[in-house]
């Protein structure tokens, strides 16, 4: 990746960057002349002076993501040009690694298996309570959970739907507040999962009353940073965040201090902005939780 | 831990192991004398020895944990005594980890998250299939799923009832070889749960056709290594085991050899024979798998 495709008559002429790391700009901009279409992903920035490069021989220009923040869409559009992403792809596939992390965050994973790399689990005498954390489903004690999603598609409702057998009871979610509020599906949606109730809410409402919040809304500007101190602070104490989007909608250095500091219980991210270069000392690679 | 209630007339008499320590057994067998009640953990034995120590006035013994195997019940029995145990305390404890292990020893998430520990992160680039691994979830390529429960009660029930939104489609199982088939019952949580079958199995069988296998019966002598070469040669190469059971079910050396040269995906364990003696150089920490 990125393909070149440039078709001449019936046959397809397919320029290809076959290198492990990310495509070189220069290359790309070199290469783009002629194109009919181009496949990126998202490490590569599609923007006018790419889309200039190409010319006008541009029909296509599809990226192998669910998220397209790093294309330049009101240019593709000026351009008539049509704009493919994969969608449906890894639905199941972030949905898993979702639950995964929510999971972990709650049992402390990170840090009792690093004792057990360090060689250090024979220091610890079982004892009940021992490397017990925040149990991620409901029980006799606690009746009640209420998942928070930022953001609500495909991949928060495949999210949800494997929520329900937790004992989950309740979902909150926020969206682009451009869009339309959907009153109707989202009661529909809550009784097929058999939950006691779906609702959009500000996100200082889903701050303050989930058991977990999941990130999972698209990345670029206008979410940057949204999970922030602010956010962070009106959490529960006992609540775990999980980020399976991007790295870019959560303020690392809060998350950090809010770690540190205890104001939630943990933390479970498949992102984290700046990636990969998260080196041993970076603030949230510190964070046992 | 452990209690030792001495009931004279109407006042409860406590003698308490309060140490983080598990329970000296010379402390156990000096203070049981007159005890009506023993209240234990799995780490105290409870054999005739203590039995006859306690006496005559001993009425009840209870375990705090599910299994029982560190108990000589037939002694027990014997003395007509009361026998006392914890089941339904960790079933969904148990299940969350049960759901958790088998995402992580698919998503190679010891690997991935020792490489991020490490700070060896940017010396990764992002490409599609990075990292990637197993997925748990049934797949529009792959559309049926099986787990396998060695054991099915409460917890592999609970476990089982949780894997139906990430698409599993079929549940074998093994149980004791004395106790009755059940294939009522086992059609009607099928349909319950909406899954296409619910099968008693051999164990053979149950290795070669389940996507998952997961460890969850009694600890103890009968248990003892179901899980050893034999059976790990006939699972399927991708997929996955995971024990939250007790490790003694578990042939250690037979896993890690099982890891290391690929006979299965990956383990995700909650328990290891020995616990908790195991250091870095144990075989089973050294896979990374």
């Given at each position: 990746m990125p393909l070149l495709l440039n078709r001449e008559k019936q046959d397809l002429d397919v320029i290809l960057w076959d290198k492990e790391t990310p495509c070189d700009r220069e290359w790309?901009?070199?290469?783009?002349?002629?194109?009919?279409?181009?496949?990126?992903?998202?490490?590569?920035?599609?923007?006018?002076?790419?889309l200039d490069a190409a010319g006008s021989k541009l029909r296509v220009v599809s990226t192998m993501s669910v998220g397209y923040e790093h294309i330049d869409a009101k240019e593709v559009a000026k351009r008539n040009l049509k704009l493919g992403y994969t969608p449906d792809v890894l639905t199941d596939a972030v949905a898993d690694i979702s639950i995964m992390l929510a999971l972990m965050a709650g049992r402390n994973a990170r840090e009792t298996m690093t004792i057990v790399n360090d060689g250090r689990?024979?220091?610890?005498?079982?004892?009940?309570?021992?490397?017990?954390?925040?149990?991620?489903?409901?029980?006799?004690?606690?009746?009640?959970?209420?998942a928070g999603f930022i953001g609500f598609g495909r991949i928060a409702q495949a999210t949800l739907a494997r929520l329900v057998p937790f004992g989950f009871t309740h979902c909150l979610y926020t969206s682009n507040p451009s869009s339309k509020p959907k009153p109707t599906r989202d009661s529909q949606l809550a009784s097929t999962l058999r939950l006691q109730s779906i609702k959009r809410v500000d996100l200082a409402t889903l701050a303050e009353e989930s058991d977990v919040v999941f990130v999972l809304a698209p990345g670029g500007d206008e979410t940057r940073n949204l999970v922030d101190v602010e956010f962070l602070r009106k959490m529960k104490k006992r609540a775990v965040l999980v980020n399976t989007s991007r790295g870019t909608l959560v303020d690392s250095d809060a998350l950090?201090?809010?770690?540190?500091?205890?104001?939630?219980?943990?933390?479970?991210?498949?992102?984290?902005?700046?990636?990969?270069?998260?080196?041993?000392?970076?603030?949230l690679v510190k964070e046992p939780k």
């Amino acid at each position: 990746m990125p393909l070149l495709l440039n078709r001449e008559k019936q046959d397809l002429d397919v320029i290809l960057w076959d290198k492990e790391t990310p495509c070189d700009r220069e290359w790309l901009l070199k290469n783009a002349p002629g194109a009919s279409a181009l496949i990126v992903l998202v490490t590569d920035k599609v923007d006018a002076e790419l889309l200039d490069a190409a010319g006008s021989k541009l029909r296509v220009v599809s990226t192998m993501s669910v998220g397209y923040e790093h294309i330049d869409a009101k240019e593709v559009a000026k351009r008539n040009l049509k704009l493919g992403y994969t969608p449906d792809v890894l639905t199941d596939a972030v949905a898993d690694i979702s639950i995964m992390l929510a999971l972990m965050a709650g049992r402390n994973a990170r840090e009792t298996m690093t004792i057990v790399n360090d060689g250090r689990w024979p220091e610890y005498n079982w004892s009940p309570f021992l490397f017990c954390g925040r149990q991620l489903s409901a029980s006799r004690s606690s009746t009640t959970r209420t998942a928070g999603f930022i953001g609500f598609g495909r991949i928060a409702q495949a999210t949800l739907a494997r929520l329900v057998p937790f004992g989950f009871t309740h979902c909150l979610y926020t969206s682009n507040p451009s869009s339309k509020p959907k009153p109707t599906r989202d009661s529909q949606l809550a009784s097929t999962l058999r939950l006691q109730s779906i609702k959009r809410v500000d996100l200082a409402t889903l701050a303050e009353e989930s058991d977990v919040v999941f990130v999972l809304a698209p990345g670029g500007d206008e979410t940057r940073n949204l999970v922030d101190v602010e956010f962070l602070r009106k959490m529960k104490k006992r609540a775990v965040l999980v980020n399976t989007s991007r790295g870019t909608l959560v303020d690392s250095d809060a998350l950090a201090t809010a770690l540190r500091e205890g104001w939630i219980w943990g933390a479970g991210l498949d992102v984290v902005a700046g990636e990969p270069k998260i080196a041993a000392d970076h603030p949230l690679v510190k964070e046992p939780k």
